[in-house]
C-alpha cells in the first residue's frame, strides 16, 4: 500500500506499506516506510526478524516471542567519532537486585580445569601506529569440578613493551607482581604517601 502523505510542494512525503495475511487476518503489517523510520512487524506479531549470511542461516535472529537478539559467530564493531559512551547497558529494573548485568559466559560443552574463560582487552596505538594491549583482565576456570568451583583472574598491563601480569588471584592467594618485575608496591594513609612501601 503507498500513500501520499505530504503533498505539499518541495516538502512531498510518501508512506510505502508491505502487509501480508497472517492466521486469516488481512492486513498485517511487515514491514513500513514512512518520513521518520523503517518499521518491521508495526502490529506486533510473533513475527521473528532474521538475517542470513552466506554460512550462518541465524547470523542476526530477533526473537518476538522471547524479546531477545542474538548474533551468532559475527564480529560485531561499533564505531564512534566522539570522546562519549560507544556502549551503555542500561537498567531501568527498580527493585534491590543487580541492575545492569554484563554476562560473559563461555559454554563450552567439554569444560576442563585451567580452561581459559573471558578476556577483556584496553587496547591503543603506539606512535608509529601499531596495536598494543595497554592492559588486560583475563580469567581462567581453574576447577570446573561441579559444586568445587575455583576460578582465577589476572590483571595485566605493558610495561617498557611487554604485557607483564600485576595482579593475580586464584583459590590459594593473591600475588602482586609475580613476574618479578621492577614495580614498586605502595599504599597511601590520608597523610602519608609510603604508609605502607615495598621497594622492588
Sequence with gaps: EARIVDASN??????LELMT??????????????????VFNDNSKNLDFRIETDAQANAFVLDAANDTLTITNQVVTMTHG?????????STDADGSAGSVLDM?????????GDAASVIEF???????TKFV???FHTFLSDVSNGAEDGQLNISTIVGGTVRQRVKM???EVVFNEESIDNDFRIESD???HMFFVDA
Excluded: F, H
Design 10 to 15: 518541495a516538502t512531498e512525503d510518501g508512506r
Design 21 to 38: 495475511s497472517l492466521a486469516t487476518t488481512e492486513g498485517i503489517s511487515r514491514i513500513l516506510m514512512d518520513g521518520t523510520e523503517t
Design 82 to 90: 566522539g570522546n562519549g559512551p560507544q556502549l551503555i547497558l542500561q
Design 105 to 113: 559466559y563461555r559454554n563450552s560443552a567439554s569444560p576442563a580445569d
Design 123 to 129: 587496547n591503543g596505538n603506539s606512535d608509529n601506529g
Design 134 to 136: 595497554a592492559a588486560k
Design 170 to 172: 586464584d583459590l590459594n
Design 191 to 193: 597523610a602519608t604517601t
